[in-house]
Every structure is written in structure tokens, then in C-alpha cells.
């Protein structure tokens, strides 16, 4: 520790002199130098791009580094028609222009754009002229040309396509044209069909990456309140989530059943679901904790499930959990194994209740009736879960599969829990669950 505190000074002390070193001007060029401050991911992807979609959480610093590449552009190439286009002239200017990180505050003293607000225009001491639009009106890019072009928040876009469209069109001089497209991801067609076009360049990013430049107290609170859902996957973690075709959960269902883990209460009765995996070492062991509240609603309180255990390890977190949550039942499924299910967990000391259940119909009749509580507002998840709410979106209506991974073995574990608590409630006691 002493060696890497050594290291750290000397380092330290090494930086102080070489800033001392620097003349006041070229320090004052520092400041405004973005090769210096920049990080990796706000750095130009390499290739022949036409496109460079940058898909970002908030406070990433999307403006800073769209606004540096046009600045970087206007500043090299005289002359240069530049297109900046937001999803109104408003957003424009107060972002794109005039915002802490737009292209007047980012700008040099010598090199600064001449602004004329009323005219929608900013130009550069060389003559490169870049020209505000608004999305909103997509006749508005009909005639103009342009070489490059900075289109802030593409999927808030209220017209997207046809702005999009149009503003291509305009794409018709200098040599290489190239536009920068930069936004908190949402899965708008737009965004969707950037993604697969060709010649589109995609960088993502999370809110977390800027932590030094933000506020450590916001960063905090926007964990605690979003960390893990689908608003703090999507607004914080730059994730584009959608849902897929004909999916059983779809992602608002999920997003509008969740609850803070204290208010759920006592429960009546907590099973334990497990889809154990076919091979030792292969897919995730699915071990999901519900249970039954005393209004009457069914609660998932943990996703327990482990990657890739052998058989000991799974069998032991399955009981871990029985202890946590004070579980009356495991429901584990058999099909790959038949009793080895039971007999591996009793080995892990288990003294509960397991029960074998064989799935003898497919995923989606298994997981119809589970879904079909959801939408009624029985089932909330106490708590966020990432890995087995994705899962989750990807069983579709008729036995289909389209979310992450091979298997759904988390869904699946989730879906035998609640089903044996669905049947107990109906029956007036916990049973096991048999699909035929």
C-alpha cells in the first residue's frame, strides 16, 4: 500500500510541474482542448462511418461530445454547412447552442461562432456556418445541403422518420458526409432502425461513467429510486429495451407491479421455485423466492439463481434461501432429472417439503396463467430484477423464447413458484403444481 501511495505522489508531483511549466496560453488552450479531457467512449469511432449513434443514460455527457465534434469539424473544415437539428428550435438553442455544454460555452475566446439567433445560424471566423431545425418541421430540410450534421435526442423526435429522411437528403456535399446522432435510448422505430442499418457506428453508455462530473448525492438517489428498473435501465444505464412480438410480460406490465420491498408486510406462506439446470456446469440454476401476502396478492421477493453451479452449489443456495425467507416448499422442476432434484437437495440438508413437478406442456401454457395474474394485479415484484424481468419479456404467446440466453431458467423458476401459490390459494393449501 505504501509503494502505490509513493507512486500516486510522485505522480502528482510530476503533473504540478509540468502545468507550472505551461504558459499561461497554453494553458488557457488546455482548458478548451477536448483530446485532453475527453474519455474513451466520447472519442470518434474508428471505420468508415456515415452515421455515429450514440445511445447514452443521462448526464453521460451526450451534448458535450456532440457539440465538440461539430466544433471540431466546423474549426477544420472552411466553409463546411453543418446541420444541428433537435426535436424543437427551442431544445435547439437552449441545448445545442447556449447550453453549459453546447457550442458557444465549449468554444474558444478566438475561435467562437458568431451567433444570430434570428436567423438560426452560427458562423465560424473560417466561414464554416452551422444552421438550427427542428424536427418538428421536416419540410424545413427540404433545399438546404450539408456536410455534416448533429442531431440531438433522435427519440423524442416527434416526426422522427420524416425528419430523419429528409435531413439525409441534405447530406449531398463535401467528401465524406457524416452525422452525429446523440440520445437517451428508447425503442422508437427510428432508434430501432439505426441500430441495423448499415454504416451506423453505435457507442453506448452509463450515467455512472461521468461520476466525477456529477453530483455523487444525485447519483445516489437516482440509484436508490431507479437502480435496476426499467426507467434506471433505460434513462441511467443507456439500455434499449423494448418488447419483443407477442411477448407474455409485456416491459410496462413488469415496470407497473413493482413495490418497495418494506411494504409488502408478513407473508401467509413463501415457496421457493428452482429450474434446475440439465448438466453440471451448464445453464443457470433459475431459483426464485415468492410469496403470498395476507391481501391476497402473490409477491417475488428474491432472485436467488446461480450461474453455471454444479450440483452442491445450486442445491445449497436453494436452501440458503429456504432460510432467508422461511420457505414451506420447494417446487422443482424434474424433467431433466426425474427425482435427482429431490435427492440433491436433501443432500444439501434440506428438511422441506420438495416437490417435483414435470412440465408435460410448453413454456407458454406453463407461464399463461401466471401472466394472466399479472395483468389482473395480483403479483408484484418486491424489488427490481433485472436478469429474470428480461427473461420474463422474452417468453411469447405460443411456447416462443426471445429474450436473453438459452433458457429461461430464472422465468421459469419464477413461474413455478407463483403457479404453485395460485393453485394453493384455489385449493386453500400450498400443493404442487402439475401441468398437463
Not at 418538428?136 to 433522435?154: K, N, T, V
Not at 411477448?247 to 421457493?272: D, F, N, Y
Request: proline share 6%.
Amino acid at each position: 500500500m505504501k509503494h502505490a501511495a509513493d507512486c500516486t505522489d510522485r505522480k502528482r508531483a510530476e503533473l504540478d510541474r509540468w502545468l507550472k511549466a505551461l504558459s499561461d496560453k497554453k494553458c488557457a488552450r488546455l482548458l478548451t482542448d477536448w483530446s485532453w479531457w475527453r474519455r474513451a467512449d466520447q472519442c470518434p469511432p474508428d471505420g468508415d462511418w456515415h452515421v455515429w449513434l450514440l445511445l447514452a443514460g443521462r448526464g453521460f455527457g451526450k451534448t458535450r461530445t456532440g457539440a465538440e465534434w461539430v466544433r471540431a469539424y466546423a474549426e477544420g473544415t472552411p466553409g463546411a454547412k453543418i446541420a444541428l437539428v433537435a426535436a424543437s428550435l427551442l431544445e435547439a438553442r437552449q441545448v445545442m447552442v447556449e447550453g453549459e455544454s453546447g457550442l458557444l460555452a465549449i468554444a474558444p475566446d478566438d475561435l467562437r461562432p458568431d451567433y444570430e439567433s434570428s436567423l438560426r445560424r452560427l458562423t465560424w471566423p473560417n466561414g464554416a456556418v452551422a444552421t438550427l431545425y427542428s424536427a418538428a418541421e421536416p419540410d424545413s430540410l427540404r433545399g438546404p445541403q450539408h456536410e455534416a450534421a448533429w442531431c440531438d435526442e433522435i427519440a423524442k423526435w416527434p416526426q422522427g422518420a420524416a425528419a430523419w429522411d429528409n435531413l439525409m437528403l441534405t447530406m449531398r456535399v463535401g467528401a465524406r458526409p457524416q452525422v452525429v446522432a446523440t440520445t437517451t435510448p428508447r425503442g422508437v422505430p427510428l432508434v430501432r432502425r439505426l441500430i441495423r442499418e448499415k454504416g451506423v457506428a453505435t457507442t453506448r453508455g452509463r450515467t455512472e461513467t461521468n461520476r466525477l462530473n456529477l453530483s455523487p448525492q444525485w447519483l445516489a438517489t437516482m440509484d436508490a429510486l431507479y437502480g435496476g428498473t426499467r426507467l434506471g435501465r433505460q434513462e441511467l444505464d443507456g439500455e434499449l429495451l423494448d418488447d419483443v412480438e407477442g411477448a407474455l410480460w409485456p416491459r410496462a406490465r413488469i415496470e407497473g407491479c413493482r413495490v418497495e420491498p418494506g411494504s409488502i408486510g408478513k407473508p401467509v406462506r413463501v415457496v421457493i421455485g428452482v429450474d434446475p439446470p440439465a448438466t453440471s456446469g451448464g445453464d443457470a440454476c433459475g431459483i426464485v423466492v415468492a410469496m403470498q401476502l395476507r391481501d391476497g396478492r402473490l409477491a417475488v421477493v428474491e432472485d436467488a439463481s446461480v450461474e453455471r453451479p454444479a450440483p452442491a452449489m445450486w442445491a445449497q443456495a436453494v436452501a440458503s434461501a429456504a432460510a432467508r425467507w422461511g420457505a414451506e416448499r420447494i417446487v422443482a422442476e424434474s424433467n431433466m432429472g426425474g427425482e435427482m432434484v429431490a435427492a440433491v437437495l436433501h443432500q444439501a440438508d434440506m428438511t422441506l417439503p420438495v416437490v417435483p413437478v414435470h412440465a408435460s406442456a410448453g413454456k407458454a401454457r406453463r407461464a399463461e396463467p401466471v401472466a394472466l395474474a399479472y395483468e389482473r394485479g395480483q403479483v408484484v415484484h418486491a424489488g427490481a430484477f433485472a436478469q429474470l424481468e428480461d427473461q420474463l419479456c422474452g417468453l411469447q404467446t405460443g411456447g416462443g423464447y426471445a429474450g436473453p440466453g438459452r433458457s429461461p431458467d430464472r422465468a421459469d423458476a419464477c413461474v413455478w413458484a407463483l403457479a404453485a401459490l395460485l393453485e394453493g390459494m384455489q385449493r386453500g393449501r400450498v400443493v404442487g403444481v402439475r401441468v398437463v
